[in-house]
């Protein structure tokens, strides 16, 4: 069983994931080469992942076969598991729980080769929906506060299978970046009554020097304080907290800024390691004012070294304003 | 000018060091290969280095010159910049200051080919000696509130030179990790009155599980919720809030320990990358009751991916009690 623990200093959890367990021979020393040979996640190899808790197919086919557009299955190697009641112990100053959660990978294309930033929109909004399904029906789960969604593209991003996907896990504690996020948002609200992410919405449009591209319904800008080079954030201009209130009209919005955006990226950049997140409200938090829902996208550019280690603290060698310039003037949308 | 830059939702402060700006074309997609060739850091190319701060000589040879066992000079390509005075402003919802503060590089050895873990003791409390003058002597310049010293060892931890080196940075802010620890350490001291560094040493010299080694003043531990596999932190079993307080014996004794713990990682993971750093009080907070100096040290052997990115969540797949009794297994020490 995986295990949850807290450091008592920071308040800072960790997964401790014994089902992963290694031993120090195994680990690679530099990031390992070579993916190739059979892979799990394509049609005709279903068998060979959990049964799936979720597929968009075509017509009356049956589960766990062929047939699918996009496909989710529990992690056969999962962070925390499913099964179990949640327990929480004390061992003096320290404070662990039970590794209890969901773990699923969202398989995005049946085409082994299909890269997700050439997916076209309608592709891309079958993926999103998948998430908005997985998320609302783990809110069920009274154990579980949140749902985290991201995406790891590319070996140095940290994905070991090469088959476009994304993984979800859901958690039965708020992880602190979303408490911080939460926090900073509602202190903001209180102050102004205003939701800081419409406020930033609102300045960057005016500036415009940081927004790399927008349609009616979302803004693609790169933050003030980016982490990485080209950072970039997807935010909907409308307000809302949740992600999972998303209609299929938005979802299509989302896709087709979401494509644009990586396309802009990947043609600044060719073959770039990314990361990305969903950071939406807690489960059943039910529509907050203060809180905006969005997508981060994290470029693998630089390398987190001693400083960031130490000081939480990140030094970034691209100005956002000359980075989104570059995006900007990367890709001619006819 | 470099400038610093506070995320207006969660309060993170970045760096944007123009000085280190790059076309995208610049970035290495995957981690470069090859460093070798001409090295800045060997002794006969001192002037390809900005002119030495600190340098430990034998007898009276001049500055600037072969001769030194340990030697100190600015970054020739900062993160920050020494010069100017400090100025803050806001744009709008957003928060910046220019990047005043010291980006020093401390060469840890003449040898291009020693490696740090090999270092004997008296060697390694050279390093750590310098550490201590350079801190006393950038605490006397009232625009600087954190001195971060931490090294980047390997490739895959940040490294771009092979030959042994640290860095420090000066900071005109306390670096967030830094207020967490503070905050968490604070709220211990005042529920409890007893420093909670003090009180995990204890708690780990009872259940002994995670003691990695020990001398008569320090404790190497692996850390309850360690971030990464084999995760350690080296503390001066007295209390202590302020790592320049150390005397030479003390010094002594932590490069004794250090020594072997580093010696223990590496026998048990050859060639580990890893970085460290230094936690230690605030420039001229004097004496802390609550606060408890330490190094931790962080081999680089998962990825941050987008599970990390998005939380500040870490994923552990090796428990810290089987990660210590591997290092206690690693070595005999005669």
Same mark, same amino acid.
């Given at each position: 069983?995986?295990?949850?623990?807290?450091?008592?200093?920071?308040?800072?959890?960790?997964?401790?994931?014994?089902?992963?367990?290694?031993?120090?021979?195994?680990?690679?020393?530099?990031?390992?080469?070579?993916?190739?040979?059979?892979?799990?996640?394509?049609?005709?190899?279903?068998?060979?992942?959990?049964?799936?808790?979720?597929?968009?197919?075509?017509?009356?086919?049956?589960?766990?076969?062929?047939?699918?557009?996009?496909?989710?299955?529990?992690?056969?190697?999962?962070?925390?598991?499913?099964?179990?009641?949640?327990?929480?112990?004390?061992?003096?100053?320290?404070?662990?729980?039970?590794?209890?959660?969901?773990?699923?990978?969202?398989?995005?294309?049946?085409?082994?080769?299909?890269?997700?930033?050439?997916?076209?929109?309608?592709?891309?909004?079958?993926?999103?929906?998948?998430?908005?399904?997985?998320?609302?029906?783990?809110?069920?789960?009274?154990?579980?506060?949140?749902?985290?969604?991201?995406?790891?593209?590319?070996?140095?991003?940290?994905?070991? &299978? @090469?088959?476009? #996907?994304?993984?979800?896990?859901?958690? $039965?504690? *708020?992880?602190?970046?979303?408490?911080? +996020?939460?926090?900073?948002?509602?202190?903001?609200?209180?102050?102004?009554?205003?939701?800081?992410?419409?406020?930033?919405?609102?300045?960057?449009?005016?500036?415009?020097?940081?927004?790399?591209?927008?349609?009616?319904?979302?803004?693609?800008?790169?933050?003030?304080?980016?982490?990485?080079?080209?950072?970039?954030?997807?935010?909907?201009?409308?307000?809302?907290?949740?992600?999972?209130?998303?209609?299929?009209?938005?979802?299509?919005?989302?896709?087709?800024?979401?494509?644009?955006?990586?396309?802009?990226?990947?043609?600044?950049?060719?073959?770039?390691?990314?990361?990305?997140?969903?950071?939406?409200?807690?489960?059943?938090?039910?529509? &907050? @004012?203060?809180? #905006?829902?969005?997508?981060?996208?994290? $470029?693998? *550019?630089?390398?987190?070294?001693?400083? +960031?280690?130490?000081?939480?603290?990140?030094?970034?060698?691209?100005?956002?304003?000359?980075?989104?310039?570059?995006?900007?003037?990367?890709?001619?949308?006819?």
């Amino acid at each position: 069983m995986p295990e949850l623990r807290k450091d008592p200093i920071l308040g800072r959890w960790i997964i401790i994931s014994k089902e992963r367990r290694k031993r120090p021979t195994d680990f690679p020393v530099e990031v390992s080469t070579g993916i190739g040979g059979f892979c799990p996640l394509c049609p005709g190899n279903e068998s060979s992942t959990p049964p799936e808790v979720l597929a968009f197919r075509d017509g009356s086919l049956p589960a766990n076969g062929p047939g699918w557009n996009v496909r989710v299955v529990p992690n056969k190697f999962p962070a925390l598991i499913i099964e179990g009641n949640l327990s929480k112990e004390g061992i003096g100053l320290y404070d662990r729980m039970n590794g209890i959660g969901a773990h699923e990978v969202i398989v995005e294309s049946p085409n082994h080769d299909h890269n997700f930033a050439d997916f076209i929109p309608v592709e891309m909004a079958l993926v999103f929906k998948a998430y908005k399904e997985r998320i609302i029906d783990l809110e069920k789960d009274q154990r579980f506060r949140y749902v985290m969604v991201f995406k790891n593209h590319g070996r140095a991003a940290g994905a070991s &299978l @090469e088959h476009s #996907h994304s993984q979800l896990i859901a958690l $039965p504690i *708020l992880p602190r970046m979303i408490v911080s +996020e939460l926090e900073g948002a509602k202190s903001h609200y209180k102050y102004k009554e205003r939701c800081i992410f419409c406020d930033i919405i609102r300045q960057e449009l005016q500036q415009k020097e940081r927004v790399v591209c927008e349609n009616d319904r979302f803004i693609t800008i790169m933050p003030f304080a980016p982490r990485t080079p080209f950072e970039m954030w997807i935010l909907p201009k409308r307000h809302s907290s949740s992600f999972y209130f998303q209609d299929d009209d938005e979802i299509h919005a989302l896709a087709e800024l979401f494509s644009e955006s990586l396309q802009r990226l990947c043609n600044c950049i060719p073959n770039v390691p990314y990361n990305y997140v969903l950071h939406t409200d807690p489960l059943r938090s039910g529509g &907050l @004012e203060y809180y #905006h829902w969005h997508f981060e996208i994290v $470029p693998t *550019l630089t390398s987190i070294a001693g400083f +960031e280690w130490g000081s939480g603290f990140y030094i970034n060698p691209m100005p956002p304003e000359e980075a989104a310039q570059f995006l900007r003037e990367s890709l001619t949308i006819p």
